[in-house]
């Protein structure tokens, strides 16, 4: 036989972004969703000029929109059908 007891387990939740570009804090609506940002995570090669580093950060979306509109080559589009 078994016996369980309760016990609180403390873990993380994503509480806010911050965009790395702007500066603004992404945070909560009143429904407890962070709006959408982007999020990168790289990790350059040893052959790179940053040779295993591993660089992250996020962008709300109106610097996404600012970085996307100043690309020469336009990002490709698509929606979930
Ligand atoms: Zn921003």
């Known amino acids: ?9 403390e873990q993380k939740e994503l509480d806010s ?19 959408d940002s982007l999020s990168v995570e790289k990790t350059w090669s040893y052959e ?3 040779d295993g580093e591993t660089h992250s950060f996020d ?3 109106d610097c996404y929109r600012n970085l996307i509109n100043a690309f020469t080559v336009k990002i490709a589009r698509s929606t979930e059908p």
């Open 1 to 9: 036989m078994k016996t369980y007891k309760i016990v609180h387990v």
């Open 17 to 35: 972004v911050v965009c790395n570009m702007c500066g603004k804090i992404v945070s909560k609506n009143r429904h407890g969703y962070i709006a």
């Open 48 to 50: 790179s000029s940053w």
């Open 59 to 61: 962008l709300c979306m």
